[in-house]
């Protein structure tokens, strides 16, 4: 199963509304997360099952869809949120990564 | 506080073998699916392998690219996830991860905490 993130890279504002979207090749059911990764750090995660927000997270990360097509939504762009954002299949080996969306300042 | 440490990395020659390791604390790490993920340079994650736990059967996945050449084991006794990477490529130059799968249902299967990242490279 082949995961497809896109936008690959966008420039954004701080307050902006951002989506960025995720597209499996066959259907996943909600079995997808969503993390966050910014330069020379670990990825973190944001969202599993596609919308359930991890822990710590704040409320302006949010996750829908199911089956084929999925999206991640932040509300309203904060400086800190500038980063590179993956989705990953969890429900069919190998868990495959989405190639990534960088978030940058515009 | 859960904690993944990993360390064995550095520099291998082509057809090379490291064994990578990553030292878990603060949680069961017995009961836990554990991975291992991987970055080159420049780009982006790759799912590289899973073990799971003692009551799975301690059975391994591998992503395609890995399969045959990396072994992922893991000694419960000591808290302890391994990478195994044997005829090791250019192209498997890249920042390795340990990361901490949730729990062992699908629906659990996300890694909620993962190590600081070592940088493994592969060059002659």
């Known amino acids: 199963i082949q995961l497809t993130q896109s936008p690959s890279s966008l420039s954004a504002s701080v307050g902006d509304r951002v989506t960025i979207t995720c597209r499996a090749s066959?259907?996943?059911?909600?079995?997808l997360a969503w993390y966050q990764q910014k330069p020379g750090k670990a990825p973190k995660l944001l969202i599993y099952?596609?919308?359930t927000l991890q822990s710590g997270v704040p409320s302006r990360f949010s996750g829908s869809g199911s089956g084929t097509d999925f999206t991640l939504t932040i509300s309203s762009l904060q400086p800190e949120d500038f980063a590179t954002y993956y989705c990953?299949?969890?429900?069919?080996?190998?868990?495959?990564f989405g190639g990534g969306t960088k978030v940058e300042i515009k | 506080e859960v904690q993944l440490v990993e360390s064995g990395g550095g520099l291998v020659q082509p057809g090379g073998s490291l064994r990578l390791s990553c030292a878990a604390s603060?949680?069961?790490?017995?009961?836990?699916?554990m991975d291992w993920v991987r970055q080159a340079p420049g780009e982006g994650l790759e799912w590289v392998g899973r073990?799971?736990?003692?009551?799975?059967?301690?059975?391994?996945e591998y992503a395609a690219s890995v399969k045959g050449r990396f072994t992922i084991s893991r000694d419960d006794s000591k808290n302890s996830l391994y990478l195994q990477m044997n005829s090791l490529k250019t192209e498997d130059t890249a920042v390795y991860y340990c990361?901490?799968?949730?729990?062992?249902?699908?629906?659990?299967?996300?890694?909620?905490?993962w190590g600081q990242g070592i940088l493994v490279t592969v060059s002659s």
């Open positions: 990361g901490r799968a949730h729990g062992t249902k699908w629906s659990d299967h996300h890694l909620d905490y």
């Open positions: 603060g949680f069961m790490f017995s009961d836990h699916y």
């Open positions: 073990t799971r736990n003692k009551a799975n059967g301690y059975t391994t």
């Open positions: 066959q259907g996943i059911s909600s079995y």
């Open positions: 099952t596609a919308s």
């Open positions: 990953q299949l969890l429900n069919s080996y190998p868990l495959t």
